[in-house]
């Protein structure tokens, strides 16, 4: 069983940054990707950045260039950096692990962005 726990989210003003955590609990034998996803009020859970246990990562198209997506040395922390924030990236964010081929999800940050 893993438990994920988000932090860092909150109100920031547009063009704004904000730093997203999230910290992986449990019994496990090794995390594989870990992925940053979003949910806007009315829409569907969408993909915004994922990080391979290597290293490797990957991107929508619409956070390229502002979001950045790391992982802790120990593989069990990943990391989301937002910068240049709009309103449309208003989301909960929610982060999932990939851990002895069963994904988890973690209960979500609020990210609002308005001025």
């Known amino acids: 069983q893993v438990q994920l726990v988000e932090s860092g989210g909150g109100l920031v003003q547009p063009g704004g940054s904000l730093r997203l955590s999230c910290a992986a609990s449990?019994?496990?034998?090794?995390?594989?990707?870990m992925a940053w996803h979003r949910q806007a009020p009315g829409k569907e859970r969408d993909l915004v950045a994922s990080?391979?246990?290597?290293?490797?990562?990957d991107y929508v198209d619409s956070v390229k260039g502002r979001f950045t997506i790391s992982r802790d040395n120990a593989k069990t922390t990943v990391y989301l950096q937002m910068n240049s924030l709009k309103p449309n990236d208003t989301a909960v964010y929610y982060c999932?692990?990939?851990?002895?081929?069963?994904?988890?999800w973690g209960q979500g940050t609020q990210v609002t962005v308005s001025s």
């Open positions: 449990g019994r496990f034998f090794s995390l594989r990707t």
């Open positions: 990080i391979t246990r290597g290293g490797t990562p």
């Open positions: 999932n692990a990939v851990a002895d081929g069963i994904i988890y």
